[in-house]
């Protein structure tokens, strides 16, 4: 009896060592977070969080995160940014988490998502998570589920809840980072919030269905490939009008042709109304006119007598 006992001690213990965390798991996670950048300089619109690798192409991180359109870059944290890497895909579950694929970067250090295995953190529950405070690469932090809030600000991202509070500090640049338990070193929470000016961590329950993620990590039922081929644009009104050009001089005769008649009607009307009145007046200055004239002849022709008579 006592040897039973003894092995069936020693065999509970290994279970518990099993699903205990162990430092190779915890430095593996450490070795799977990043630093993010998504920018849009079109947009002039851009994003500084933190990101968990969970494939060799695939991104884990905060939905609020995202920029349309933006190059995604990786651990830098001053000006200029290089290496712009494209996103292909985005997976959302309506709870502020968002997974990217990007095919072009392969990751050498990631975890592994089991959604079977995801859990909603509870309260008093030990937890850990590295973040990039303010953009400050790689700051680690050890924090405690004080519990859960009906809700917050859920308006401003694309979240139902319940929200769950963490005590410790969090700043921007920390949302996304992944949190983990301390007990068994599983995947518990994403950081969205601070509270009260950054003193409280708040975080939403990872709600991704495996399909999402086989989907993401290529294990689905199909893969997404690159598309490598160049991008020609072609303006297809231009093209047009280089294939076929259009003879300018019909139209500008035809509106000349419409201009003349429209001139004339007028004409017609003004002479119509006017004409009777400005015939009289033509007449009227044609008699002064002559009139004046004929005065001066008479002067001229009196001055000539008086010179002749002197």
């Not at 089991?114 to 932090?141: C, M």
């Not at 949302?175 to 995947?187: K, P, R, T």
Request: aromatic share 8%; hydrophobic share 40%.
């Amino acid at each position: 009896m006592k040897r039973f006992l003894v092995t069936m001690a020693l065999l509970f213990s290994c279970l518990t060592s099993l699903s205990a965390l162990t430092p190779v798991q915890k430095e593996e996670q450490h070795k799977a977070t990043l630093e993010i950048l998504m920018i849009n300089k079109a947009l002039h619109a851009g994003a500084g969080c933190s990101a968990t690798a969970i494939a060799p192409h695939v991104l884990l991180t905060a939905q609020h995160c995202d920029v349309e359109n933006g190059l995604l870059y990786l651990n830098q944290n001053s000006k200029p940014y290089t290496n712009g890497q494209t996103v292909t895909e985005k997976y959302y579950d309506n709870n502020d988490h968002m997974i990217m694929v990007v095919p072009s970067v392969e990751f050498k250090h990631f975890i592994t998502y089991d959604a079977s295995k995801v859990r909603k953190i509870t309260q008093g529950e030990h937890l850990y998570f590295w973040g990039n405070p303010a953009l400050v690469l790689n700051q680690y932090r050890e924090v405690y589920a004080t519990g859960t809030f009906p809700s917050t600000n859920q308006d401003a991202v694309n979240a139902s809840g319940p929200f769950e509070m963490v005590s410790g500090p969090v700043v921007g640049g920390d949302s996304g980072s992944a949190i983990f338990s301390a007990e068994d070193g599983q995947l518990v929470g994403i950081t969205t919030w601070g509270l009260n000016y950054g003193m409280f961590l708040g975080s939403y329950p990872l709600m991704f269905t495996q399909e999402q993620i086989d989907q993401a990590t290529g294990h689905g039922m199909f893969v997404y490939i690159p598309d490598t081929r160049p991008q020609v644009m072609v303006n297809v009104e231009i093209q047009k009008s280089k294939d076929k050009p259009v003879d300018l001089s019909i139209i500008e005769d035809a509106l000349t042709g419409i201009f003349m008649l429209l001139a004339a009607a007028a004409l017609v009307v003004v002479l119509k109304h006017v004409g009777p009145s400005l015939l009289k007046v033509l007449k009227y200055f044609g008699r002064l006119i002559k009139v004046v004239l004929q005065r001066l002849v008479s002067e001229a022709k009196e001055a000539t007598d008086v010179l002749k008579r002197v």
